[in-house]
């Protein structure tokens, strides 16, 4: 079956670090690629997606590149900030009879310090 | 845009008690929604798809009868805990893609207590 796999985290980095998370998925076909982050104590709320091969989702400084060679969708960005702390989740949708269902990874924490 | 709203945020109630859950789409409609737990530092579980104007379908292992969706209009669906225990404490989050989308939008949560 389809699933997505993330670098476990937590992560802590400094403000201003270059970060990268990693994210593969297995999938029948070509799924659209999602990132969600969620703040504490809060819903998810999408950060960014990508719907072929080779696009670049971007929001907030985040990018991530729909790599269909390497099955992967990796998150960066250029410089973080304390406020960017949170978790982050790969998801891929899968299609199914009568809509689109998501499957996620299992989320990776990040802590950004002064 | 997309935004999803969720009632209540929090609740807690007493073992043996039912609890409604409501989510909307606030500036679209969906005919398709879906209801995930979260269990704390965890991944999300999708619990079931809910369907407009027809029966939900349940994610294998989760109990319809105990977890009853209700679709009633293009903006609104129920799950509603019965008999709550416990073990059924945790935190739901629906969702909803605008129709003709594959993007999913996320309500901001509802916690469940349950003495």
């Known amino acids: 079956g389809d699933s997505v796999t993330q670098m476990e985290g937590p992560v802590t980095l400094s403000e201003e670090a270059f970060l990268t998370i990693n994210c593969t998925y297995t999938?029948?076909?070509?799924?659209?690629l999602f990132w969600y982050v969620q703040y504490p104590g809060e819903g998810l709320q999408l950060l960014l997606k990508?719907?072929?091969?080779?696009d670049k989702g971007s929001n907030k400084g985040f990018e991530a590149t729909y790599r269909k060679e390497t099955t992967s969708f990796h998150l960066e960005k250029g410089s973080v900030q304390v406020s960017d702390s949170a978790v982050y989740f790969c998801?891929?949708?899968?299609?199914?009879?009568?809509?689109?269902?998501?499957?996620f990874g299992t989320g990776t924490q990040l802590k950004v310090e002064l | 845009g997309a935004v999803v709203s969720q009632h209540p945020s929090w609740v807690i109630c007493k073992s043996g008690t039912s609890v409604k859950i409501e989510c909307r789409s606030l500036?679209?409609?969906?005919?398709?929604m879906f209801w995930y737990r979260q269990f704390p530092k965890q991944s999300l579980m999708l619990m079931a798809t809910?369907?407009?104007?027809?029966?939900?379908?349940?994610e294998q292992g989760v109990e319809k009868d105990k977890f009853l969706i209700n679709h009633a209009s293009l903006t609104l669906s129920t799950l509603t805990v019965t008999s709550a225990h416990p073990e059924d404490s945790s935190f739901y989050i629906c969702?909803?893609?605008?129709?003709?989308?594959?993007?999913?939008?996320f309500g901001p949560g509802t916690r469940l207590t349950v003495l």
């Open positions: 969702s909803a893609p605008p129709g003709g989308t594959d993007t999913q939008y």
């Open positions: 999938a029948t076909g070509y799924p659209s």
């Open positions: 998801a891929a949708n899968r299609l199914t009879g009568g809509g689109n269902k998501l499957t």
């Open positions: 809910s369907n407009e104007g027809s029966k939900a379908t349940y």
């Open positions: 990508a719907t072929k091969a080779d």
């Open positions: 500036d679209f409609q969906a005919t398709t």
